[in-house]
């Protein structure tokens, strides 16, 4: 599933040959694409039409459009990459895509905007803005159903000592913590190993346990990592994510620990581990990260 990195390299796609053009007509295919939006496929193709786009916005790996409808309020478009979900911006006399779902033309007749899903789990629901009360880093507001996410590393609205300090107050595994998007948003299975790599502590330490700079530091070693991959086009392991040209990232040949099971640790030498948490695999060095002592009773 995409990550913080890959979906803000989708978001700068979009406000580089979206954001300011006006939609003529949304064509969707099923009903699928558009279960989130509780009136219809039907519903929402019209509601989209004549809709200007103000702004490509994100929190965490939340995605949505700011539409300025031509006679209501402005409006979120939320688009759920799931797991395969695609943005792609192409010309209108390109083949169709096998899995395309949704397709938006623009009345400068540039570029069609089109959603390609291959699992289908994605899809599009139009939404209404709420004021962001974390901060004033989203303008126009915030989606509804994206109110309960934590603000991300890479806000302007994210408070640090407000994130470490409920962190430590729970007695809980580092590393569910970290992937807990009421706490912190954006922070996915490859970039919390990678922040615990850097930080040098195990996933499975509890917070509680762990003092507020530690904390701190694994925080910092996770915006850094996240912004590392976003310069690298984000992660992509095989052809499912890319951004809206087309292209795939390559920070999968920067990691250290996620996917590296058996290879020596380059700080150490030590192979990394890999071990079962949360219906997920963690990736650590059992040298650099010694894994926590169990507790007794």
Not at 233 to 251: E, I, P, W
Not at 252 to 274: H, N
Not at 278 to 295: E, G, K, L, V
Request: charged share 25%; hydrophobic share 40%.
């Amino acid at each position: 599933m995409p990550e913080l990195p890959e979906v803000e390299v989708v978001r700068r796609g979009l406000e580089t040959h979206v954001v300011g053009r006006h939609i003529r007509a949304a064509r969707l295919t099923g009903a699928r694409v558009a279960r989130r939006h509780v009136a219809g496929p039907a519903d929402l193709a019209a509601r989209l039409a004549d809709a200007q786009v103000l702004a490509a916005d994100r929190r965490g790996k939340y995605l949505w459009l700011v539409l300025q409808p031509p006679a209501d309020d402005p409006q979120a478009l939320v688009v759920h990459l799931g797991m395969s979900g695609q943005l792609l911006v192409e010309d209108a006399g390109a083949p169709p895509e096998k899995h395309l779902h949704a397709t938006l033309d623009f009345h400068d007749d540039g570029p069609q905007l089109r959603f390609v899903d291959q699992r289908t789990f994605g899809g599009l629901a139009l939404t209404p803005l709420q004021p962001d009360r974390s901060g004033d880093g989203h303008g126009h507001g915030i989606p509804e159903p994206v109110l309960h996410i934590a603000p991300d590393p890479l806000e302007e609205s994210f408070d640090r000592a407000a994130v470490v300090r409920r962190m430590k107050g729970k007695d809980v595994a580092l590393k569910r913590v970290l992937l807990d998007q009421g706490v912190v948003s954006g922070i996915g299975n490859i970039y919390a190993d990678e922040a615990l790599w850097r930080a040098q502590v195990h996933g499975r330490r509890l917070t509680s346990g762990l003092t507020k700079p530690a904390l701190g530091r694994v925080l910092d070693h996770a915006a850094d990592v996240m912004r590392d991959a976003l310069g690298q086009g984000g992660t992509s392991f095989d052809a499912l994510y890319v951004n809206v040209n087309g292209a795939s990232g390559y920070f999968d040949r920067s990691l250290e620990a996620y996917g590296q099971t058996g290879r020596p640790c380059r700080r150490c030498g030590a192979a990394i581990r890999r071990e079962e948490f949360m219906n997920r695999s963690s990736h650590f060095c059992p040298r650099c990260q010694p894994a926590p002592r169990a507790r007794r009773g």
